[in-house]
């Protein structure tokens, strides 16, 4: 019998990021049949006296220890290759017709307001969730509409859940519907790593606007602390 296709929807996401936020957290269903449904999650708490518009972790998360290859078809290590840099890290895949191009895209539109040696400064890292179909090529393709230096990863899905897992993150497995279109159900949180230890010190939720990351990515360049 034929898969009846499945619709974006919202779950709970029950992790050590909810913990250390207390909040409500969400995964969210990129469904490829162009569905919508996401609404942003409410944070209950948050440092009062942070120059970040984002929500600053209590918890500092470590970056995941993963291995994978990237847009120019190359090993990447993620811990050894953005040591000692502001590295912001989004899980998604590219058939997601809403979360992640919007996400990556408000990304890029605040990253073109910096200076070149501010830009010089982030590093933007998208990591498939869908890798079956995210090939090098079709990442860097889609990467590019949003910012030619973004770091685009695929790679063992297995690896990616277990990282993603490391920081409170849970993705499910791709589920291809009857007519062909794929669902990624993934958390959808921007995590941002800061320079000084490499560790998560600010998140973004769903739905953050680009004025925050307009607000936030010269203090991240300079590695403000949270």
């Known amino acids: 019998m034929p898969r009846t296709p499945r619709t974006p929807r ?3 996401l029950a992790g050590a990021a909810a913990v250390a936020l207390a909040a409500a957290l969400t995964l969210t269903a990129c469904g490829s049949d162009g569905g919508g449904g996401n609404s942003p999650a409410k944070v209950t708490q948050q440092k009062a006296d942070s120059p970040y518009q984002g929500t600053v972790l209590s918890k500092h998360f ?3 220890d993963l291995q994978l290859t990237d847009t120019a078809g190359q090993p990447f290590d993620l811990r050894q290759q953005t040591n000692g840099r502001t590295t912001l890290l989004f899980f998604g895949y590219t058939s997601c017709p809403d979360v992640c191009p919007t996400t990556m895209g408000d ?3 605040a990253m073109k307001k910096l200076s070149a040696e501010e830009r010089q400064k982030i590093n933007v890292v998208f990591v498939s969730t869908d890798p079956q179909r995210d090939t090098p090529q079709v990442l860097r393709t889609w990467l590019d509409s949003m910012g030619s230096d973004f770091i685009g990863l695929t790679g063992d899905l297995a690896k ?3 990282a993603a897992r490391s920081l409170g993150i849970m993705i499910e497995d791709p589920v291809v519907n009857a007519d062909g279109t794929v669902t990624s159900t993934h958390g ?3 995590l941002a790593f800061l320079p000084s230890d490499d560790k998560a010190h600010v998140l973004y939720l769903s739905g953050t606007e680009e004025k925050t990351y307009e607000h936030d990515l010269p203090l991240l360049a300079k590695g403000v602390a949270a």
């Open 62 to 64: 470590e970056k995941p």
């Open 107 to 109: 990304i890029g539109v």
């Open 10 to 12: 919202t779950t709970r």
């Open 188 to 190: 959808a949180q921007v």
């Open 160 to 162: 990616v859940k277990t």
